[in-house]
């Protein structure tokens, strides 16, 4: 095994571009090496294993996200009674399937794919329903600031 992730290290490396994500890449194909069938060649199947996952990591990750050195403090804000009420109102204006989405992802934070499985919807749906969610409640904020303004 270790030969084998040795060799199988430098086209990791070449494929992911990353130290880290190759050694996961190598970790993952030879875990998949130890349920390969009698006849196949071993360091092939790493081999694909490796080019389908990294191409599946690829296809999936998000290059919207824009790292940064120092991140913002998060600081925990006391909600008033106001605020519940007006939070209340905003999510009303959302669809059923916005609503959950956003109260999901938000409120019980939890991860894309684990609101696509609650709510038996794919991932790509839930990423769109939370945009076009969001996207609603900033437009009721600009209103509401509008009005009491």
């Avoid at 399937?97 to 934070?109: G, K, T």
């Avoid at 684990?114 to 919807?121: Q, S």
């Amino acid at each position: 095994m270790a030969a084998a992730a040795t060799r199988l290290m430098r086209s990791a490396y070449l494929l992911t571009g990353d130290q880290s994500l190759a050694e996961d890449l190598v970790q993952h194909a030879c875990l998949a090496r130890s349920r390969f069938e009698k006849g196949i060649n071993p360091d092939a199947h790493g081999r694909e294993v490796m080019v389908r996952t990294a191409t599946s990591w690829w296809r999936r990750k998000w290059r919207g996200e824009i790292p940064h050195d120092n991140l913002p403090e998060r600081v925990a804000h006391a909600v008033d009674a106001d605020s519940r009420v007006e939070l209340t109102i905003a999510l009303r204006t959302l669809t059923a399937r916005q609503r959950a989405v956003v109260i999901l992802r938000f409120y019980e934070d939890l991860p894309q794919a684990d609101v696509a499985a609650l709510l038996r919807i794919p991932v790509g749906t839930v990423r769109s329903t939370t945009s076009r969610a969001l996207a609603v409640l900033r437009r009721s904020e600009e209103l509401t600031n509008e009005v009491g303004t």
